[in-house]
């Protein structure tokens, strides 16, 4: 794969944007015998492959259902994923990997994970695009991009002009890959969505998602000294047919809530809209403190501690004189008031830790302006894949599959 600038300023098709969608389009487009550059502004490729999973890339899920992929995913039309991700199933990827010889294993609910460094996978890419002899720019800055139609009453395939810090590029066709607002310290931009809106497209507003929740004011104080604990808890927002729930773990932090659960529920929660959390799933904790009550000397808190840990347990009774006692002198409606509070703790966030720790970004470009077959656009020759478009999967490896997915729709039908 070639990394120098081009003699020739013409390509079949220019790639923008050299993460997972972008990498993975530009080789099976390659391969399937088009001119294809790659660009990108970044000094590395693949950086957010590169963090994902703690190192190790969780790069798909084994769990996700083709017939109905959109349970796993939100936007303004969670159902234009289906297309894509129909088409180009988790096992395909799955044999991918396996050609490269990558390791990997599941962890949990069908999440898949390399066993090594999550390199390999950028590497792998890499191979792709050098077996389709694509070439790489970058880091190469894209400035403007200029449409000319091919006739002069505005119709035919016409072509685009991309001013870049390597000279200009001519060529039929661009696809958008440049990812959402979300780790702007490893070079997240809003690139992709000024083109967009360049070309008369339609915005859904972008917002982190799968990002820590924040709780100010004094109310937080006593749990701010939870840091670092973590739990297995259900986790619901939403009312009547916007209701959604997980059973994941929470993480207290500082500055309010993380751990897998609240990363899950961020992506449904609205601004001002409680979270009710039920620190002890599957158990009755009304009835197992009413039996403690009849046989135990012990202090509510070490009561507690046996369905909640101890640290959690202490900071409840801590802040309620009528609960620093022993359970066999409590009074019922104390011990009723702390069991509806671990079984459905409501609680309201006063925002996200944004961009800066989001996983993904939800939102983006308007899935009525593209067509789920191709990922092209309105605009002729003008497509737009992966994180970019308003498609935003679950924690879990579902982000990156609706990226291998878009991207190989699309490079399909270029």
């Known amino acids: 794969m070639s990394t120098a600038g081009s003699s020739s300023s ?43 999973g703690g190192g190790r890339a969780n790069f798909t899920n084994r769990d996700l259902d083709v017939r109905a992929p959109q349970r796993h995913f939100i936007g303004d039309n969670p159902n234009f994923c289906r297309s894509a991700l129909s088409r180009y199933a988790p096992q395909q990827f799955i044999e991918l990997v396996q050609k490269h010889g990558i390791a990997f294993h599941e962890k949990h609910k069908g999440q898949l994970f390399c066993d090594g460094s999550s390199q390999q996978i950028v590497d792998m890419l890499l191979a792709e695009c050098a077996a389709g002899g694509v070439e790489l720019w970058q880091p190469c800055k894209v400035g403007s991009i200029a449409f000319s139609a091919s006739n002069a009453d505005g119709t035919g395939a016409g072509s685009y002009r ?10 039929p066709k661009i696809v958008v890959a440049t990812g959402g607002l979300s780790i702007p310290q490893i070079g997240a931009s809003d690139f992709g969505y000024r083109i967009a809106e360049q070309f008369g497209l339609r915005m859904v507003a972008p917002r982190p998602a799968l990002v820590p929740l ?25 009312a009547k047919k916007e209701k959604m729930a997980f059973l994941e773990d929470l993480l207290f932090t ?59 347990a202490d900071a409840w009774v801590g802040q309620d004189p009528a609960l620093q006692r022993p359970v066999n002198e409590a009074a019922d409606k104390a011990l009723a008031a702390l069991s509806e509070r671990v079984a459905r703790w409501q609680i309201v966030p006063s925002g996200t830790e944004g961009y800066k720790k989001a996983e993904v970004t939800a939102g983006g470009v308007d899935t009525r302006d593209l067509s789920s077959q191709t990922m092209e656009s309105k605009q002729p020759g003008l497509y737009f ?30």
């Open 214 to 238: 924040t709780f100010g004011g004094d109310a937080w104080a006593p749990y701010a000294e939870l840091a670092g604990l973590a739990l297995p808890v259900r986790i619901e927002t939403g």
């Open 162 to 171: 991309i001013e870049s810090s390597r000279g200009p590029v001519e060529t």
């Open 254 to 312: 500082h500055r309010g809530l993380s751990g897998p659960a609240v990363l899950q529920i961020s992506s449904y929660w609205k601004p001002g809209a409680p979270l009710t959390l039920d620190f002890a799933p599957g158990v009755n904790v009304a009835e197992a403190l009413g039996e403690a009550k009849l046989r135990s000397k012990k202090r509510i808190a070490n009561e507690l501690a046996a369905l909640v840990p101890s640290r959690l």
């Open 10 to 52: 013409r390509f079949d098709v220019v790639v923008i944007g050299a993460g997972a969608a972008g990498l993975f389009c530009a080789g099976v487009a390659g391969q399937r015998g088009l001119k294809v550059l790659l660009v990108d502004h970044s000094e590395k490729v693949g950086e957010k492959i590169r963090i994902s």
């Open 385 to 414: 894949i992966g994180e970019v478009v308003d498609v935003t999967g679950w924690l879990g490896g579902y982000n990156f599959q609706w990226a291998w997915a878009s991207a190989h729709a699309c490079a399909q039908s270029l």
